[in-house]
């Protein structure tokens, strides 16, 4: 791996689990940790077509997780499984 593949690697990690921990129920934890990591892929290739992989891969992850926050937190309070 080289280094521009760690740096994307770690703050993926690192913004994924943040949002994790805001996310309460269970379809929002894991919408979150999904989201982020598709995010962070799909920003990571438009990126790098653009010349800017890392910057693609960490907007793409903050926008990634948000959303499959925000779609699993409306199925957990569908479900009624939310934890608040």
């Known amino acids: 791996m080289n280094k521009t ?8 990690a690192v ?3 943040a949002a994790m921990s805001c996310a309460q129920g269970p ?3 894991q919408g979150t940790a999904v989201g982020g ?3 962070a892929a799909a920003g ?3 990126g790098h077509q653009t010349g800017n992989a890392v910057g693609g ?4 992850g903050v926008l990634g997780a948000t959303a499959g926050n925000a779609i699993g937190n ?3 309070q569908q479900q009624g499984t ?3």
């Open 27 to 29: 379809n929002a934890q």
């Open 74 to 76: 409306s199925k957990d």
């Open 15 to 17: 913004i994924s689990f």
């Open 57 to 60: 891969a960490v907007v793409g």
């Open 44 to 46: 990571a290739i438009i």
């Open 5 to 12: 593949t760690n740096i994307l690697a770690i703050s993926t």
């Open 37 to 39: 990591l598709g995010g």
């Open 82 to 84: 939310s934890r608040y």
